[in-house]
Nanobody, 124 residues
Framework: QVQLVESGGGLVQAGGSLRLSCAAS????????MGWFRQAPGKERDFVAT????????SYSDSVKGRFTISRDNVKNTLYLQMNSLKPEDTAVYYC?????????????????WGQGTQVTVSS
């Protein structure tokens, strides 16, 4: 079983950047595809990005494509999300998730482990 802990959230002005990290422990990190999701108040948890077990392939939601970059370091057991050109509509709690498969998914139902989330607030 893997434990996930996100960090790096905060308050940033529109147009700014943040880098989120997700530290994994208790499992073999490179056996999991990983994903980032976000949830705004009163809304469902939405897909942001996913990456395969070895980092060879990534996928993004249309709303973040070209602005966000997902990556992973299987030596450091850490997942990242670089967020650039942030917009107020990016404000949400961001969660990392692990899927017991080599290939990720855009559906939160396909993930087995979740972090506790980190708040990202983008001011206009």
């Amino acid at each position: 079983q893997v434990q996930l802990v996100e960090s790096g959230g905060g308050l940033v002005q529109a147009g700014g950047s943040l880098r989120l990290s997700c530290a994994a422990s208790g499992g073999t990190f490179n056996r999991y595809a990983m994903g980032w999701f976000r949830q705004a108040p009163g809304k469902e948890r939405d897909f942001v990005a996913t990456i395969t077990w070895n980092g060879a392939a990534t996928s993004y939601s249309d709303s973040v494509k070209g602005r966000f970059t997902i990556s992973r370091d299987n030596v450091k057991n850490t997942l990242y999300l670089q967020m650039n050109s942030l917009k107020p509509e990016d404000t949400a709690v961001y969660y990392c998730a692990a899927r017991t498969d080599y290939i990720g998914s855009s559906s939160p139902r396909h993930y087995d482990y979740w972090g506790q989330g980190t708040q990202v607030t983008v001011s206009s």
